[in-house]
């Protein structure tokens, strides 16, 4: 579905160096105005400008960061931009420059699906009996549905901390919507791989529940990432073979195979630091979003770093915010208007708020 009206051709048609100098020229003006938070699947192009750049929690932290800031402008994904007008009360305005950049794991968990899972797992044991956990992964209506009911968001950065408080509450856990996280970390957890079972939203509850779901200590939503979905462990045997003494990182959201054969795991800013602080000479073949990997080779030419996998694993979405989009929002909001807001209705974000907050105090 096409959401974002096309640009005019004097955004999509001039030179790159064109519309690098215009972004730097109105990005000047606006001045503390303004703070450009950019994720580290960007492309070069947009992490340049950007004031802050991170993993999903980092961002989050950062979004509250310049209170002097009227305008946040998110170079990241739709969930990431809620997030930060959440956090912001709504006291800011935040914008997503191309209402296109969605998150294809977010939307595999709608709320009513959550609900229905929810009434149906607490039939069978009981209206206490679960915990929800969110992976920051996850639209605003299912933070606030987490917040509700006593549950927290995490993400790939602190899951196992969030995890942690969960278990220590001697309840089921509900972890929605990215299975491979809540495995990979439930696992690491101590948690056996037969004691979590996935809840499958495409298929009516009692095929759920035939298939002992209500039993399982971790109910995992099935979704997942496409795009981390690509790597496979043989992927890890086969550049093990080609380079000698490579060490293989991988972000979470891989399958558990993966992450199991991987040396190491762990958020974009965790892959960062590992591979930025290795000693000279090292190898890496790291498992995520091609971008991070390319820019990861650049900046640590003294080192040998190559995607885990020979096919080109790039988050369409996230590639969606371009620096024509860069320039059209920000020089709306120059002008005075406001394109592309993303605002959480108050009901929504008031939970969703609690939920988050939960999360930040744990961390
Ligand atoms: P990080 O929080 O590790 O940056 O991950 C966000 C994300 O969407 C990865 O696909
Ligand atoms: Fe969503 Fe996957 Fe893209 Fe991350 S990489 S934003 S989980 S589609």
């Known amino acids: 579905m096409t959401i974002q009206a096309e640009l ?4 999509t048609e001039s030179p ?7 972004i730097a020229e109105v990005r000047a003006r606006l001045g503390s105005r303004l703070v450009i938070l950019g994720h580290h699947y960007q492309v070069d192009d947009i992490v340049r400008f950007a004031d802050f750049t991170g993993d999903s929690f980092k961002l989050a932290r950062m979004a509250t960061s310049r209170p002097e800031a009227e305008f946040i402008v998110f170079c990241g994904v739709h969930f990431m931009a809620e997030s930060a007008d959440i956090l912001t009360g709504g006291e800011k305005i935040v914008v997503l420059p191309d209402l296109n950049a969605g998150c294809s794991m977010a939307d595999m968990a709608s709320i009513d699906q959550t609900e229905e899972a929810w009434e149906r797992l607490t039939a069978i044991n009981g209206p206490d009996s679960y915990l929800p956990i969110t992976y920051m ?4 209506a299912i933070k606030a549905f987490v917040g509700r009911h006593g549950g927290t968001v995490c993400t790939s950065s602190n899951a196992a901390t969030v995890y942690r408080w969960a278990l220590a509450q001697d309840k089921r856990i509900l972890f929605l919507p990215d299975q491979h996280l809540g495995r990979n970390v439930g696992y690491q957890m101590g948690i056996p791989l037969e004691e979590m079972k996935l809840w499958n939203p495409l298929t009516i509850a009692e095929d ?45 959201e891989c399958s558990f195979e993966v992450v199991q054969k991987a040396d190491d795991s762990g958020s974009t800013e965790k892959i960062i ?16 979003e091609v971008n991070l990997v390319s820019r990861l080779a650049a900046e ?31 020089e709306a909001l120059e002008r005075g208007e406001i394109v592309n807001r ?3 209705d108050p009901e929504t974000a008031r939970w969703a708020r609690i939920a988050l907050d939960r999360m930040l105090e744990l961390a």
């Not at 005019?8 to 955004?11: C, F, I, L, N, V």
């Not at 630091?273 to 995520?288: D, F």
């Not at 190559?306 to 620096?323: E, F, H, K, N």
């Open 8 to 11: 005019a051709p004097r955004y």
């Open 16 to 22: 790159i160096e064109e519309t690098r100098a215009l």
């Open 137 to 140: 992964n996850s639209s605003a």
């Open 208 to 252: 759920n529940l035939e298939a002992g779901v209500a039993e399982a200590k971790v109910v995992l939503w099935q979704g997942h990432c496409s795009v981390h979905g690509r790597f496979l462990p043989e992927h890890v045997d086969e550049v093990r073979a080609r380079i000698p003494g490579v060490k293989v990182i991988a972000h979470p």
């Open 273 to 288: 630091k590992a591979v930025s602080e290795s000693p000279a000479g090292s190898a890496w073949a790291v498992g995520t």
């Open 300 to 330: 640590n030419p003294d080192k040998t770093v190559v995607s885990l996998s020979g096919i080109s694993c790039l988050c369409a979405t996230m590639y969606r915010i371009d620096p024509p989009h860069l320039l059209w929002v920000l």
């Open 342 to 344: 993303i605002q959480v």
